[in-house]
């Protein structure tokens, strides 16, 4: 059996300097330009579209008494004052 190392299922600090000091003076001197925007943009547009397309092609399955709206649900029932009291 294969041991497992020993930092499995904890949390590891970062490492300090994990962005290198040339990409850092880059993005201080020059921001965030259209090229690191557009690659965000396609991500998230992916994404949206992955989750989007996955929840139109699901198909309800079940019973219709569950899924389909029953009358007495949906229609208005009779007037407080429909039949007297007493």
Do not use: W
């Not at 490492?15 to 090229?35: A, H, I, T, W």
């Not at 992916?46 to 229609?75: F, K, M, N, S, Y």
Request: aromatic share 6%.
């Amino acid at each position: 059996m294969k041991a497992l190392p020993p930092f499995l299922g904890r949390l590891l600090k970062a490492p300090e300097n994990y962005v290198s000091r040339e990409f850092k003076l880059q993005v201080d001197q020059c921001g965030m330009d259209d090229e690191r925007r557009g690659l965000l943009r396609r991500s998230f547009l992916g994404a949206a579209a992955g989750l989007a397309g996955g929840a139109a092609l699901a198909q309800p399955r079940g019973e219709d008494a569950i899924l389909v709206p029953q009358p007495h649900a949906v229609a208005l029932g009779q007037p407080v004052a429909a039949t007297g009291y007493g």
